[in-house]
């Protein structure tokens, strides 16, 4: 494959510590994943409060796990949302961008992707006023390369019922406005995509003028309803011929991240077997090396539980499970105990304020 693999820490709700990012660029970089975009929606200071500078200790942390990624193999990048900027990108919203970038360039980023995402967006200059902030932002940057979101990163109508309806010929002005070099990224034909199929994303590779950068929403489990699951299984409707349309691939991963090691481990075998990938028998190769022999049984039992039916099934058999898996000493166990005890449960209003 050509397309370059990658994860897009890009979810609502708790974020992960930085021993949980250093394991799983451990877990995935040996597996062919190349680069790791952080943007977790609860760290405001690239948000809702993008003009405060992250403090020293916080920008010596991405520092030192941008210097891990690339201990490993992978580019690390930095994922900024300019609330409001694209309202009015005055002086004095200049001046604040500047500021924000030369600040990011002392961590040291490889890429910067400026998203827009979860933002208004029905403003018929919209894709001229999003270019001219990310050509802003490329002149004030370091990084080697630069990545942006739109407002409307999927052809899902759900995205102009919360955020204004899109204006008429969006991507394909974005695609004429922004630098050939700048990847877009796109979630699919909905915002969780099912699948990815040549005709649609041949289709949007034409309206950009330029290969997709995915953003695929799997097996990221954020939101009230999502959370309340688990994904594991393995990944299907990724086919391996979808280089001609793709120039990255980045998964927006599980609020556990240990657990979602298994399923991000089958999606380079998806594309390095080709027809002769068989899901299953992925999920079992990426359960065994994440999770050992034991532990790798119970989740065979329990996956149609923990990703089907979820916590509001589970109900009284809740406590059993718990100690069932409090057991069982290993990472991956604990975050199944903390997940049964509500402890990744997401509410409406997180969605609303991160």
């Given at each position: 494959?050509?397309?370059?693999l990658?994860?897009?820490e890009?979810?609502?709700?708790?974020?992960?510590?930085?021993?949980?990012?250093?394991?799983?660029?451990?877990?995935?970089?040996?597996?062919?994943?190349?680069?790791?975009h952080?943007?977790?929606?609860?760290?405001?200071k690239?948000?809702?409060?993008?003009?405060?500078?992250?403090?020293?200790?916080?920008?010596?942390?991405?520092?030192?796990?941008?210097?891990?990624?690339?201990?490993?193999?992978?580019?690390?990048?930095?994922?900024?949302?300019?609330?409001?900027a694209?309202?009015?990108?005055?002086?004095?919203?200049q001046?604040?961008?500047?500021?924000?970038?030369?600040?990011?360039?002392?961590?040291?980023?490889?890429?910067?992707?400026?998203?827009?995402d979860?933002m208004r967006?029905?403003?018929?200059?919209?894709?001229?006023?999003?270019?001219?902030?990310?050509a802003?932002?490329?002149?004030?940057?370091?990084?080697?390369?630069f990545?942006?979101?739109?407002?409307?990163?999927?052809?899902?109508?759900?995205?102009?019922?919360?955020?204004?309806?899109?204006?008429p010929?969006?991507?394909?002005?974005?695609?004429?406005?922004?630098?050939?070099?700048?990847?877009?990224?796109?979630?699919?034909?909905?915002?969780?995509?099912?699948?990815?199929?040549?005709g649609?994303?041949?289709?949007?590779?034409?309206?950009?003028?330029?290969?997709?950068?995915?953003?695929?929403?799997?097996?990221?489990?954020?939101?009230?309803?999502m959370?309340?699951?688990?994904?594991?299984?393995?990944?299907?409707?990724?086919?391996?011929?979808?280089?001609?349309?793709?120039?990255?691939?980045?998964?927006?991963?599980?609020?556990?991240?240990?657990?979602?090691?298994?399923?991000?481990?089958t999606?380079?075998?998806?594309?390095?077997?080709?027809d002769?990938?068989?899901y299953?028998?992925?999920?079992?190769?990426a359960?065994?090396?994440?999770?050992?022999?034991?532990?790798a049984?119970?989740?065979?039992?329990?996956?149609l539980?923990?990703?089907?039916?979820?916590?509001?099934?589970?109900?009284?058999?809740?406590?059993?499970?718990?100690?069932?898996?409090?057991?069982?000493?290993h990472?991956?166990?604990?975050?199944?105990?903390?997940?049964?005890?509500?402890?990744?449960?997401?509410?409406?209003?997180a969605?609303q304020?991160?």
């Amino acid at each position: 494959m050509t397309a370059e693999l990658g994860i897009i820490e890009g979810y609502f709700g708790r974020a992960w510590d930085w021993n949980d990012r250093a394991d799983v660029v451990r877990t995935l970089a040996p597996a062919g994943y190349r680069f790791f975009h952080y943007a977790p929606k609860v760290d405001s200071k690239l948000r809702r409060d993008w003009q405060t500078l992250h403090n020293a200790p916080e920008t010596e942390a991405l520092r030192q796990f941008g210097q891990h990624c690339r201990d490993h193999g992978m580019r690390f990048g930095i994922g900024l949302s300019p609330y409001g900027a694209h309202l009015d990108f005055d002086a004095a919203a200049q001046s604040a961008l500047r500021e924000k970038i030369s600040h990011l360039n002392v961590m040291g980023i490889d890429d910067l992707a400026i998203l827009f995402d979860d933002m208004r967006g029905d403003f018929a200059d919209l894709a001229d006023r999003q270019a001219d902030i990310v050509a802003f932002g490329i002149a004030h940057s370091t990084a080697a390369r630069f990545f942006m979101c739109p407002s409307y990163y999927s052809d899902d109508p759900v995205l102009d019922r919360v955020f204004g309806e899109r204006p008429p010929r969006y991507l394909e002005t974005l695609g004429k406005r922004l630098d050939p070099a700048v990847a877009v990224y796109w979630t699919g034909e909905e915002v969780c995509a099912r699948e990815y199929r040549a005709g649609h994303l041949a289709d949007v590779a034409n309206r950009l003028g330029r290969k997709i950068a995915l953003w695929d929403n799997y097996p990221v489990n954020d939101g009230p309803r999502m959370s309340n699951h688990l994904h594991l299984r393995a990944f299907t409707g990724r086919p391996a011929d979808l280089d001609d349309y793709i120039s990255h691939h980045a998964i927006n991963p599980a609020s556990q991240p240990i657990l979602g090691c298994i399923p991000a481990l089958t999606l380079p075998m998806s594309y390095a077997r080709g027809d002769d990938y068989r899901y299953a028998a992925a999920f079992e190769e990426a359960t065994l090396a994440m999770c050992g022999a034991e532990l790798a049984a119970m989740l065979r039992a329990d996956l149609l539980t923990f990703q089907d039916s979820g916590l509001d099934c589970i109900g009284e058999r809740g406590e059993a499970m718990r100690q069932r898996y409090a057991a069982v000493d290993h990472p991956a166990a604990r975050e199944i105990v903390d997940w049964l005890g509500g402890g990744y449960a997401i509410t409406g209003e997180a969605l609303q304020t991160q």
